[in-house]
């Protein structure tokens, strides 16, 4: 009904840079929420950041002025721009969304997730 699809992870670094793109498509009435969660090896799910409807953002404390989420204009692509990457940055890192559809049920859809490996 609703499908996330991200792109941008990979190797990087300690101190590098990586962005971080998820695009929605299906039956979407509107995007309330968007965002981006990681999960280490043996670690929860854990909020990295997210931007509600009216553009306030929320940040974890441990990515805050290393981090920044953006959107298109459209809001239905959003970004995770991530700077002075650490090894405990290491992750995937999953797209997330709170989505109204077409039919107007809400409901939390996630995309595949994305490897971040930051090594020497």
């Known amino acids: 009904q609703v499908q996330l699809v991200e792109s941008g992870g990979g190797l990087v670094q300690p101190g590098g840079s990586l962005t971080l793109s998820c695009t929605a498509s299906?039956?979407?009435?509107?995007?309330?929420?968007m965002g981006w969660y990681r999960q280490g090896s043996g670690e929860a799910r854990e909020l990295v950041a997210r931007?509600?409807?009216?553009?306030?953002?929320d940040y974890a404390d441990s990515v805050r002025g290393r981090f920044a989420i953006s959107r298109d204009n459209a809001k239905t692509t959003w970004y995770l721009v991530m700077n002075i990457l650490t090894p405990e940055d290491t992750a995937r890192y999953y797209c997330w969304a709170y989505v109204t559809t077409q039919s107007r049920q809400h409901d939390n859809y996630w995309g595949q997730g994305t490897q971040v490996t930051v090594s020497s």
């Open positions: 299906g039956s979407i009435f509107a995007i309330r929420a």
């Open positions: 931007v509600d409807r009216g553009g306030t953002t």
